[in-house]
Nanobody, 120 residues
Framework: QVQLVESGGGLVQPGGSLRLSCAAS????????IGWYRQAPGKERELVAV???????NYADSVKGRFTISRDNAKNTAYLQMNSLKPEDTAVYYC??????????????WGQGTQVTVSS
């Protein structure tokens, strides 16, 4: 089973930046896709950004041009660089990954979540 450990959340002023990291561990053959979702109080969880093995990235319209997702395949780690943060970006950010295992199986997992608060 894959385990995801997130880091990098916190409190930042509007217009500021944060970088989230998500490290995957386990008997993983490959990470097929990895990315972040977020959930604000009273709202449904929504996709923020995802990147595939080949490096193809997709973003929510609300973060395009401000957020950049990247991955280091050697470290099984993904990063979400968040710039020009807005109060409406405040949410718990969850890492998500779909993986293939050495035994031929596939799986998916969620991280524990990290709080991002944008406030003056």
């Amino acid at each position: 089973q894959v385990q995801l450990v997130e880091s990098g959340g916190g409190l930042v002023q509007p217009g500021g930046s944060l970088r989230l990291s998500c490290a995957a561990s386990g008997t993983i053959l490959s990470i097929n896709a990895i990315g972040w979702y977020r959930q604000a109080p009273g709202k449904e969880r929504e996709l923020v950004a995802v990147v595939t093995t080949g490096g193809s990235a997709n973003y929510a319209d609300s973060v395009k041009g401000r957020f950049t997702i990247s991955r280091d395949n050697a470290k099984n780690t993904a990063y979400l660089q968040m710039n020009s943060l807005k109060p409406e970006d405040t949410a718990v950010y969850y890492c998500y990954a779909r993986v293939s295992y050495y035994n031929g199986g596939t799986g998916a997992s969620w991280g524990q979540g990290t709080q991002v608060t944008v406030s003056s």
